[in-house]
């Protein structure tokens, strides 16, 4: 997800009123799509899984939120803390996100959400995951990032411990906040390389902070080891993408609008640089204006190398499994498509070779039973 969120107080009356209209509009087209159940397939759930484009915040649910806050001595219920995941237009998701982020407060806090998310990993058989943390949000905020690491670590260990699941950390900045801030949200994940962070990317508004601003941080990264991701082309055009590969980013979060550029198709799918897509994502945050609009089955088609994500899962009330089914139900990919793009979400994945191979040596197994 790239809504600024920090800045939502700046939207105007006008633009504000857009899109609570627009996203009235995809929320009621999302509920009557008649979506297969929540209940997965017995195929889809028992295929291996790699999930790349996940940010940890995203994925508190209201048990885990009730929790936090009651570590925090706020009162409450079940049903009242539901409500915040039950918003009416695009202003109160904005507002229901960073209501729910201000409850991360502690590295306890951190060590619990990280620790449930590899719970809700494991139950949906995603083998692998590579988790965007708002590093930059957490500055912006004074924390003491260091604490936090140490909680993030350690719910970690306790998860791959527990359910079997590898975790690697992203460092996630903030590009409205500046090059000078991203740039100490990567020499952060420098200081960390060797504790299980493996990259370092750029969310946020894209209008306001183009991919070129980074330039010498990004060099900065690849120079000490690290991998690179951008957020894309998912609320700015195709130069928005462009730009992202002249930072010689290795994957792309959501690349929506490369679409509106044959020649950046064909680009991607050359070069094979991986597109993190989310298809409920794009629909609820009013990127894709519904569903038979979203580019995914013609980049399929056309060679692109694309991986299936769910962003912000809680806030969007999806998963990885629902966004297969998703593919499945209204774009047409059968069971051998969704196998290809289980092995693509480990092939583009920034695990080491050996580690990539034995996750696809486990997806050929169950092809073959």
Not at 103 to 123: F, G, V
Not at 165 to 183: K, M, N, T, Y
Not at 206 to 228: C, H, I, T, V
Not at 294 to 311: A, E, K, W
Request: glycine share 6%; net charge negative; proline share 5%.
């Amino acid at each position: 997800m790239a809504i600024p969120l920090l800045e939502m107080p700046l939207v105007t009356r006008r633009k504000s009123a857009f899109y609570a209209s627009q996203f009235l509009i995809l929320k009621s087209t999302i509920e009557t799509m008649s979506l297969p159940p929540l209940r997965p397939s017995s195929f889809i759930l028992s295929l291996p899984k790699a999930e790349l484009h996940l940010h940890l915040e995203g994925t508190v649910d209201p048990p885990t939120l009730l929790d936090l806050r009651k570590r925090h001595g706020k009162p409450g219920t079940l049903a009242e803390v539901e409500q915040l995941y039950r918003y009416n237009d695009f202003t109160g998701f904005l507002m229901a996100f960073k209501t729910l982020t201000e409850d991360l407060q502690t590295p306890e806090d951190y060590e619990l959400i990280t620790y449930r998310l590899m719970q809700q990993l494991q139950a949906h058989n995603i083998l692998h995951a590579e988790i965007y943390v708002s590093v930059g949000v957490c500055l912006w905020r004074k924390q003491d990032f260091e604490a936090i690491f140490e909680g993030l670590e350690r719910g970690r260990a306790r998860g791959e411990k527990d359910f079997g699941i590898s975790l690697l950390w992203i460092f996630d900045a903030v590009r409205q906040f500046g090059a000078e801030a991203a740039r100490q949200v990567f020499e952060l994940a420098v200081r960390y390389r060797d504790r299980n962070v493996v990259g370092v990317g750029i969310g946020g508004d894209e209008q306001k902070a183009p991919a070129e601003l980074f330039r010498d941080q990004y060099a900065y990264a690849a120079e000490n080891g690290l991998r690179l991701t951008a957020h894309a082309g998912e609320t700015a055009g195709p130069e928005s993408i462009w730009g992202a590969l002249n930072l010689r980013a290795e994957r792309i979060g959501h690349g929506l609008t490369a679409a509106q550029d044959p020649e950046l198709v064909e680009e991607l799918a050359i070069r094979q640089v991986p597109l993190e897509i989310c298809i409920t994502s794009n629909l609820l945050t009013g990127c894709c204006q519904k569903v038979n609009d979203h580019p995914v089955r013609n980049y399929f088609d056309q060679g692109v190398m694309i991986t299936l994500n769910s962003d912000d899962p809680a806030m969007f009330h999806t998963s990885l499994i629902r966004e297969y089914q998703l593919a499945q139900e209204f774009f047409g990919f059968t069971d051998e498509h969704l196998r290809e793009l289980a092995r693509n979400s480990f092939e583009a994945s920034f695990l080491p070779a050996e580690k990539k191979v034995s996750f696809l040596n486990l997806l050929d197994a169950a092809a073959a039973k």
